[in-house]
């Protein structure tokens, strides 16, 4: 019996030492295998409630968008000029609901244009009358014919585009919410 008992002690010595000699992960493999890509958990609901993923909550981008075939991308970094004042402020992008995304197609087959994606847009902490807002939208051509709506209040009204560049898209924004770009022939 003694040696039985000494032989189950000295096999759980072994197994615990080649259990602690094995590699342990680093922390980047743990967070990106279980948060998909998010640094924090923190940040992985932030983007889920914005329903983004970790590559367009770390970049403020929209990338696609269902119900929008090949969405382009939009994406906001910065430096929004509110009420004529150039400022630091970075506006706020996410994903926006089924009901919008059909009324924006809706919009836009109304243009006879083409859905480039529709994003909802936010200025925490701006108090503003008039936002301009330069959004990058990967792949836009600078002769580009484009038509903004947004919706204020359940209707799609037009908003003023300030300038159309290749991949830039300026706009004055007066509200938050639902901003449809639409290219027209």
């Not at 484009?146 to 159309?164: A, F, N, R, S, T």
Request: glycine share 8%; charged share 10%.
């Amino acid at each position: 019996m003694k040696k039985v008992i000494a032989l189950l002690a000295a096999a759980t010595l072994f197994a615990s030492m080649t259990v602690s000699a094995a590699p342990s992960p680093s922390a980047a493999a743990v967070v990106s295998s279980s948060a998909e890509g998010f640094a924090h958990a923190a940040d992985q609901q932030a983007a889920a409630e914005r329903g983004m993923t970790a590559a367009e909550y770390y970049n403020n981008a929209v990338v696609s968008t269902p119900g929008v075939e090949n969405a382009m991308p939009v994406g906001q970094g910065g430096k929004i000029v509110i009420n004529g004042v150039a400022t630091n402020l970075t506006a706020t992008l996410a994903k926006v609901d089924k009901a919008t995304t059909a009324g924006a197609n809706a919009q836009a087959a109304a243009l006879g244009g083409k859905l480039l994606n529709v994003i909802n847009i936010s200025f925490p902490g701006a108090n503003y009358n008039t936002a301009t807002i330069n959004f990058y939208l990967k792949g836009l051509l600078g002769n580009s014919k484009v038509v903004v709506k947004q919706l204020v209040d359940g209707v799609w009204v037009d908003v003023e585009v300030v300038e159309i560049r290749a991949d830039h898209v300026v706009l004055n924004l007066t509200n938050k919410g639902a901003v449809a770009f639409v290219q027209i022939p």
